[in-house]
């Protein structure tokens, strides 16, 4: 097996010596310079699998070398060594392309970390390969998806903080996920989270974790968001929603790297790439003064656009045609196909909801359709009574005429489901569990009612 090979570059020679050292005892092979000239000259000759290098040198400074480095040997990784606290120089060496950053002192756990995660980029799954989605979650063709994959692929070689900014429904957290599992923490856990979701009164523990006996109903020991994505992603859907107080905790823990639990007076070292996103204009809230500048900055080090659905028709037969087999696999169904009528339809559509809306027209079509073809009108766009399948008065209890709603706050999704299930249940009484007679006497196909039976889990 050919042997990890690094180039440091630093001016002092106390820390040349300091990271050889360390580097070696990983079983690194190091080369060492003290300045851009020579640096330039080792990677072309060596062509290491890391570059180290301290940000003022001599002749120039990293960022030059971290330029340098994407634009002749793109496949190394470079990390950048920038003094304490100067948090504006480190972002400006990710913007440029470099992977990550150390401050000084270099606290030589974090300095494995670093160089742990950086080597796995050398890893062959890891190069760069053709313009492809690995784990197959950006369908599409388009120009607009052609160009997002790309992105995505190349900032999964970083480990800088990248704000996905998009629509509701648009796919960002498919992005983020793609992000994640194509680059060196593919193998750590993917946590997701939507900042919107969590009370304020919660959201501390949430996010960094409690301990027991720390308040009311902390009975154990929780771990928290931020230490549950160790070693992996966390992503922060919705991040616009976090209240100021928490956005001063979320800046801090995202700076130092660590997290103090409720309850815990010490800190806890912590491993994480932080991704965000936001359906919202987050420029704007800043000038609001409702979200922070200084979290803005830290965690829009670079940002990717999701484009609409509307702006990538082409990709909608494609999307079409994976979520109807995904639909017909999970309700355990044959598949349903598009009728050309069906498929202009859609394009012709404008989709404010994006690939959720689609989502949810095809699996209501889905339920709807005869023959396994789902046509124009078995869509229902553009207007006029979503179609549910809802049932008539007869199919439940004929005797009866409107649908009887309780007095009071009501969970409206489970009351209609609750609804739904007792004129399934009467209509399969009837029939005696005939489900082709239950689905006639309900007014649905028999599609619609395998679907039903499935999602109610009456099956």
């Not at 340098?68 to 920038?82: G, L």
């Not at 970083?158 to 960002?172: L, M, N, T």
């Not at 050309?340 to 709807?368: C, K, M, Q, S, W």
Request: proline residues 6%; glycine residues 8%.
């Amino acid at each position: 097996m050919t042997k990890q090979t690094a180039l440091i570059v630093d001016d002092e020679p106390d820390i040349r010596d300091l990271l050889e050292i360390t580097l070696t005892r990983m079983g690194i092979e190091a080369y060492t310079a003290p300045d851009l000239a020579s640096a330039r000259s080792l990677l072309a000759q060596h062509q290491p699998n890391l570059c180290l290098t301290d940000m003022n040198l001599p002749d120039g400074n990293g960022i030059e070398l971290v330029q340098w480095i994407q634009q002749n040997t793109p496949n190394t990784p470079v990390a950048v060594i920038t003094a304490y606290g100067s948090m504006d120089t480190a972002i400006e060496s990710l913007k440029a392309g470099a992977f990550d950053f150390v401050s000084k002192p270099v606290e030589l756990p974090r300095l494995r970390e670093l160089v742990n995660s950086a080597l796995k980029l050398s890893e062959p799954k890891l190069q760069p390969a053709e313009e492809n989605d690995e784990p197959g979650l950006l369908l599409g063709e388009s120009p607009q998806i052609r160009k997002l994959r790309n992105q995505a692929r190349k900032l999964a070689r970083s480990q800088a903080p990248v704000f996905i900014s998009g629509e509701s429904g648009s796919g960002k957290e498919l992005v983020a996920q793609m992000i994640h599992l194509q680059g060196p923490r593919a193998d750590g856990p993917f946590i997701a989270v939507n900042c919107g979701a969590i009370p304020s009164e919660l959201m501390e523990s949430e996010f960094f974790g409690h301990k027991k006996g720390s308040f009311t109903g902390a009975i154990d020991n929780k771990p928290g968001l931020f230490r549950s994505a160790d070693g992996g992603t966390l992503f922060l859907d919705e991040v616009a929603d976090l209240p100021l107080a928490m956005q001063v905790k979320l800046l801090r823990a995202i700076q130092e790297k660590a997290v103090r639990p409720v309850g815990d007076s010490q800190e806890i070292a912590v491993d994480i790439r932080i991704l965000s996103a936001t359906h919202k204009n987050l420029p704007e809230l800043v000038q609001e003064g409702s979200f922070r500048q200084d979290l803005f900055y830290r965690i829009n080090v670079i940002e990717l656009a999701v484009p609409p659905l509307r702006d990538r028709g082409d990709d909608i037969p494609l999307l079409a045609s994976h979520i109807l087999g995904r639909i017909a696999r999970e309700y355990e169904c044959d598949p349903a196909r598009l009728t050309p009528a069906a498929a202009d339809r859609l394009r012709g559509y404008d989709f404010p909801g994006n690939v959720r809306e689609l989502e949810n027209i095809l699996e209501r079509a889905f339920t709807l359709c005869d023959d396994d073809r789902i046509d124009a009108e078995d869509l229902h766009l553009g207007g006029g009574v979503a179609p549910g399948g809802s049932f008539s008065a007869e199919a439940g209890n004929s005797d009866s005429g409107a649908v009887p709603v309780p007095e009071g706050e009501i969970d409206l999704e489970g009351y209609l489901e609750s609804i739904e299930r007792q004129a399934i249940e009467k209509a399969l009484e009837a029939t005696r569990w005939n489900k082709t007679a239950a689905a006639k006497r309900l007014g649905i196909s028999f599609r619609a009612l395998r679907y039903r039976l499935k999602k109610l889990g009456m099956e």
